[in-house]
């Protein structure tokens, strides 16, 4: 099989198996996301994580993501940074790759799902729920500044027009950086809508 061939394999599993990471995690009671609040658990900070167990999980998450990188044949960095009582995990390449990018996948979809698979592969060594969050050729922190615009743009048009707008679905992790966003701006926003259409609308009250 090609390298080629081997990304593509890799992404449309990762693609696939993201309902059943999903649903793993719910099935272990791990999973708290519900409510307009809840699924910025995502982005709250838990005081109480130990930086032992902090570092364990990274260590645990870089074998995990390390073997499957030298299963797709795919070459990356990998770098683990603990701050603000969580686990943030980087995975870079010198030069451009192709191979990276196909673990991002369109809309960050295959880098949501290998997150999660990520997360469950702590919680199977660990017995211990991770909230890590998983980076791939900075594509988060593109993606932070696109959310920001998104946020900034919907305020202008509710603050404009009076009316609400509800802005696209997105990952918890997305939701909690426009939620901020917003509140930063002087609005409200709040999370509607279950499982892949949970969206947030945009009110002045």
């Known amino acids: 099989m090609s390298a080629e061939s081997t990304e593509h394999a890799i992404s449309a599993e990762a693609i696939e198996e993201q309902d059943d990471a999903l649903s793993a995690v719910q099935d272990t009671g791990q999973d708290v996301e519900s409510g307009a609040g809840a699924e910025d658990s995502e982005g709250s900070e838990d005081k109480g994580t130990s930086a032992s167990r902090l570092e364990e999980e990274g260590d645990v998450a870089a074998d995990y993501l390390e073997e499957l990188l030298d299963i797709a044949d795919i070459d990356g960095d990998i770098d683990i940074e603990v701050r603000n009582g969580r686990t943030y995990i980087s995975i870079v390449a010198e ?29 199977s060594a660990t017995e211990n729920r991770s909230r890590l969050v998983l980076d791939i050729n900075g594509y988060r922190s593109e993606r932070a500044g696109e959310l920001q615009k998104i946020a900034e743009d919907a305020v202008a048009s509710v603050k404009e027009s009076g009316e609400t707008v509800a802005l696209a679905p997105m990952s918890a992790y997305e939701r909690k950086i426009v939620h901020d966003a917003v509140a930063d701006l002087g609005l409200i926003s709040e999370s509607e809508g279950e499982g892949a259409d949970r969206h947030i609308v945009v009110s002045a009250d």
């Open 95 to 123: 030069e451009e790759s192709a191979g990276l990018d196909s673990l991002v996948g369109k809309d960050g979809e295959v880098l949501e799902a290998l997150q999660e698979l990520t997360r469950l592969a702590v919680l």
